[in-house]
């Protein structure tokens, strides 16, 4: 069974290329727009990892990422947080708030790529 | 049925209820809860001005002279606009000197002189008596006439009777007995007599009820209203002659209210009220207005009962004097008869009372103390003084009301007692240049002041006490025709060839000039001396001074030997707490084998003040302390001192005031600094962040596009077009991002000209309609016939048009969206309103969606192209052209964005927003 990733941005666009990369590196993507949206889906589908955004409407990215470490429940998901707010004490911040990776937009594919299969590589 | 038991009974009933205010006001003011430190308290008591002259008079003045009651009451109210200043500034010398009476205050002022004192006393005195001895006649003959009710008898001459068949005596050996209940409790005159003080406000309310009750009783049970009794007395042909009979000139108008205004501050009974027993210099701005009041509302029924009275007793056998109290009678109204005479009895009560405390206070300090201080010069002092100053006050007490009866029995209805009212406001006018002088001028001496009411008064006695004598027939009337052994120049009422003025008039216009011009040649002759000089500066000076100037005098004296003097005339306990007091206020404790310094000198003086008045205390704290006397070079020079350390340190205290001021405002311009930091600091994050969402989809799909040849055609062209669209927003972020920083640093280029907002509309609606095509929706616009021409920038309103437009259709459901855009005129302005059926925008989102990079909710779902500034350059355009943007969103009812602007070619946008600082503005327009 192939690996879950949800992406979770508000940025369609985004979404758009980051599921197109994703599904073509043979992952199982789904996609949600905001906050909300996308702690339900972990709590409902339990993906294996959660490419995060931060600046998003309803909840922002540090309070799912918060909410999804408060839950032992979820202990296995893994969070790499992807955003365009570039500055070192955002990054320690969503860090410190359990997150496993912190890419910066605009990113490079073939990282974002190679971040994402290192992160899932050890339960493989 | 009335009858004289009944009468006495009540009349002690009512004694005894004033008694007992006066008591238990008092024992709260012991117990430190004041009922009188009220300021409504306080303009009650002034109306103490209004005594049974007042309360019978008036009516009498209104039947002879029409409305010439008037002026006494007019002249005091437009003189309470002065109290503000005059008041106030009285007030303050008295509380900082423990003045206790007008005497005092005019000797204090000049160099502490005994013999100005003395003198003031006796024109007092002089003055004032006979006006008691109005107030025993008045209650004497309300008396009696009650007496015969329900038959309407007018007293008899009180001559005819044996003295003690007299009313009027046991009336004034009772008021006697009264005042030295209620003024004689402290010693210290200066402390305040708040029983007294409780009783006389109280007093004041019971006139005035009693008076209006009779004149409501009149005007509207007698009769049916004011217009009534106005159209009778008309027929009765009684208006035409009090109108045309009125003696009352121009001038006279004029002297009755000079006189009044004068009197309602410089009686003694008034001051007494006004400034000694004041307890808050705060209550002065409710007297201004509330004493008025007070007059107009006691004046209200004065004309009425007058008409009424003279209605009723047409055969002019009953004296308008007492239809206050005859036509209650005459109508049968016991009752209402009774009250009208308690109404009269507490005007006439209050006036002595308080007057003959402020005489006996004079009396005491500035006769008798100066006489006994003479005395005691050459024999031993008695060792506590305390029981015979209030021997002394209780004595004068009795004195001054025997002398009033005196003056009543041999004057009885004589002209000399009826028109003593105004006799007695002459009298005490020749107070007003020592006094009101005094407070404003320093060069006034002591000789000056002497003079200048010793020539006042004379004149005072010589045209109007006299000329009273000669008309009660107690003086040849030749004296008054044509003067002293025949010298027609010297003729009492026609002084110098003066003729064609009334008494009142004339007297006031001889005596003020002889007072005043004396007050001044004399004052001018001798520069003031060192004590005069230094006593001018503290009343001249009082506003600035916050405590008296000290330190004018030099020599040697000992706290013990101040403390034991005190005590002879206040008692041991009293003087203790008050030094006791006095040090620790002073923050020193002190120690009784150092000598007194000036300061304490000065404090055991005014100490004593309080009891026995400013002279004495100078004397008699002469006597224990060896002064070195200070030479006037030396005063003035202290005096300089002072007035330059003050203007030193109020020097000092600007410019700290100043630096603190700077300080302030720098610490606010740099938090100001510190704001704008934050928000260019979290503007430039919002760009930033904003730029970088367009990129990483351009990035992303152009490495999948190059790294990956296989990717299908359709892939392809929607991966190009997303680039291309992102590159598109790129592109507007960029350019919205400086239009918006040209705007808000005063730089945006306007080209201002005439716009028709109408056709601005169509314009807009044109450029969008492919957008509401493509999404199905209907567009509906309302725009009345007319002129819609505003000042402004065509570009720049289309670019807040087509925003609004675009806004509104990227919310509008897809095939069923419907916006409506509406114009309207005000008066001064027109609006534009958008409307769309969207989801709308709830509350909490409808200010920040105008904030730069704050979307609603699900803006970038709807629309990704949306940059966040739209609306906040809309915002700015139009508020740049004095309008205003704003959005309304009635639940469920989609949003309303609305814009209104001014009218017309009204030249002022630039003007507005400052192009002052706007330096690359350019207006083409």
Redesign the interface.
């Known amino acids: 069974m192939s690996q879950h990733i949800l992406i979770v941005d ?5 979404a ?3 599921d ?2 994703l599904r ?1 590196e043979g992952y199982e993507v789904s996609v949600a ?1 905001d906050g909300e949206e996308g702690l339900r889906r972990i709590r409902d589908d339990r993906p294996d990892l959660v490419l995060l955004d931060i ?1 998003m ?2 909840l922002n990215g540090f309070e799912v990422c918060e909410a999804v470490r408060q839950d032992p429940e979820l202990a296995g998901v893994r969070i790499v947080m992807l955003t ?4 070192d004490a955002e990054k320690e911040k969503g860090l410190a708030l359990g997150a496993d990776a912190y890419i ?7 990282e974002l790529v190679s971040q994402v299969k290192a992160l899932l590589q050890p339960t493989t | 049925m009335l009858g004289g038991p009944l009468i006495v009974v009540t009349s002690f009933l009512y004694l005894g209820l004033l008694f007992a205010i006066a008591y238990w006001a008092d024992r709260r003011a012991d117990q430190g809860r004041s009922v009188i430190a009220h300021p409504t308290v306080y303009a009650l008591s002034l109306a103490v001005y209004c005594t049974a002259w007042t309360y019978y008079g008036s009516v009498g003045r209104a039947v002879q002279s029409g409305i010439g009651f008037l002026p006494i009451y007019l002249g005091p109210t437009l003189g309470a606009a002065l109290w503000v200043f005059l008041l106030l500034k009285m007030i303050r010398v008295s509380k900082s000197q423990r003045i206790t009476s007008i005497a005092d205050f005019i000797s204090s002022r000049h160099g502490k002189s005994h013999l100005l004192g003395g003198l003031v006393t006796v024109i007092a005195v002089v003055g004032v008596v006979p006006y008691i001895a109005l107030q025993l006649k008045a209650v004497s003959n309300s008396f009696t006439i009650l007496m015969h009710y329900p038959d309407i008898t007018m007293p008899g001459s009180a001559t005819a009777l044996p003295i003690w068949q007299d009313t009027a005596l046991y009336v004034a050996l009772l008021l006697a007995l009264f005042t030295i209940l209620f003024g004689t409790r402290h010693l210290d005159a200066s402390e305040r007599h708040e029983g007294l003080v409780a009783a006389i406000a109280f007093e004041s309310i019971v006139k005035l009820v009693a008076l209006t009750a009779v004149g409501l009783f009149v005007t509207f049970g007698l009769y049916g209203g004011f217009a009534d009794i106005m159209q009778q007395a008309q027929e009765a042909g009684l208006l035409q002659s009090m109108m045309n009979a009125t003696s009352v000139s121009d001038q006279n108008w004029f002297t009755f209210s000079f006189l009044a205004a004068m009197a309602v501050i410089l009686l003694p009974r008034q001051f007494q009220v006004a400034v000694v027993e004041n307890s808050s210099e705060r209550h002065i701005s409710r007297a201004v207005w509330l004493f008025p009041l007070y007059l107009l509302l006691i004046n209200i029924f004065v004309l009425p009962i007058a008409l009424a009275g003279q209605l009723a007793f047409p055969d002019g056998r009953v004296d308008a004097d007492t239809f206050v109290l005859t036509l209650p009678i005459a109508h049968g109204q016991e009752w209402l008869a009774m009250f009208s005479y308690l109404g009269g009895l507490s005007a006439a009560t209050g006036m002595v009372i308080v007057e003959t405390i402020a005489l006996s206070t004079m009396v005491c300090n500035d006769l008798v103390m100066p006489v006994l201080l003479r005395h005691w010069r050459t024999r031993s002092v008695p060792a506590d003084l305390t029981a015979v100053l209030l021997r002394v006050r209780r004595g004068a007490i009795f004195g001054i009301l025997l002398l009033g009866y005196t003056y009543f029995h041999v004057a009885g209805e004589a002209y000399a007692l009826v028109s003593i009212g105004l006799i007695s406001f002459a009298a005490v006018a020749q107070f007003a240049p020592t006094m009101i002088g005094g407070l404003y001028w320093r060069g006034g001496t002591e000789a000056g002041a002497l003079a200048g009411l010793g020539a006042g008064f004379t004149i005072w006695l010589y045209t109007l006490l006299l000329p009273s004598f000669a008309k009660s027939g107690w003086l040849p009337m030749t004296f008054l025709d044509s003067g002293p052994f025949g010298i027609n120049l010297l003729a009492p009422q026609a002084l110098f060839g003066l003729q064609g003025m009334n008494e009142i008039s004339h007297t006031l216009f001889w005596s003020l000039t002889a007072n005043i011009g004396a007050y001044l040649t004399v004052s001018l002759l001798r520069p003031p001396n060192a004590e005069e000089t230094a006593q001018a500066s503290l009343f001249v000076d009082a506003m600035k001074y916050d405590r008296p100037a000290i330190g004018l005098w030099r020599g040697n004296a000992e706290v013990t030997e101040l403390k034991r003097l005190a005590s002879r005339f206040l008692g041991r306990d009293k003087v203790d707490t008050a030094f006791a007091e006095f040090s620790r206020n002073r923050g020193t404790g002190y120690n009784p084998a150092q000598p007194a310094d000036a300061e304490t000198v000065h404090f055991a003086e005014t100490l004593l003040t309080g009891a026995i008045g400013s002279a004495s205390a100078r004397v008699m704290v002469a006597s224990v302390a060896q002064e070195e006397p200070l030479g006037l070079e030396e005063v003035m020079g202290i005096l300089d001192e002072a007035s330059r350390i003050r203007a030193y340190s109020k020097e000092l205290e600007q410019k700290s005031r100043e630096l603190e001021a700077a300080t302030a405002e720098l610490r606010e311009a740099n938090t100001r600094l510190q704001e704008l930091d934050q928000l260019k600091d979290d503007f430039m994050s919002s760009v930033t962040h904003e730029l970088r969402t367009p990129l990483t989809s351009i990035r992303a799909f152009s490495e999948m596009l190059l790294d990956d040849p296989r990717i299908k055609l359709d892939d392809r062209k929607r991966f190009l077009g997303i680039i291309v669209g992102e590159t598109e927003r790129l592109t507007r972020l960029v350019n919205q991002v400086l239009d918006l920083a040209r705007i808000e640093s005063g730089r945006g280029e306007w080209t201002t000209g005439e716009v028709d907002l109408a056709q601005l509309i169509r314009q807009s609606i044109e450029t969008t309609g492919q957008l509401f095509r493509d999404k199905g929706t209907e567009v509906e616009t309302r725009i009345p016939e007319g002129d819609f021409r505003v000042w402004a920038d065509r570009d720049r309103l289309l670019q807040v048009m087509l925003n609004l437009l675009s806004n509104a259709v990227k919310f509008v459901p897809a095939g069923s969206g419907r916006i409506i855009i509406t114009l309207s005129g005000g008066d001064e302005d027109y609006q534009v309103s958008v409307a769309d059926n969207g989801p709308g925008i709830s509350a909490g989102q409808q200010e920040q969606i105008f904030e730069k990079f704050q979307r609603g909710d699900g803006d970038n779902l709807a629309n990704p192209m949306g940059t966040g500034l739209g609306l906040p350059i809309s915002r700015q355009i139009i508020e740049h052209f004095g309008g205003h943007l704003w959005v309304e969103s009635p639940p469920g009812k989609g949003a309303i964005f609305s814009f209104r602007m001014p009218k017309g070619s009204a030249k002022l946008p630039a003007s507005e927003t400052g192009s002052s600082d706007e330096p690359a503005y350019i207006d083409r327009g």
């Open positions: 508000d940025e369609k666009n985004i758009i290329s980051v197109y990369l073509r727009h600046m409407p309803k365009a707010k570039g500055r910066t937009k605009p990113f490079a594919t073939r």
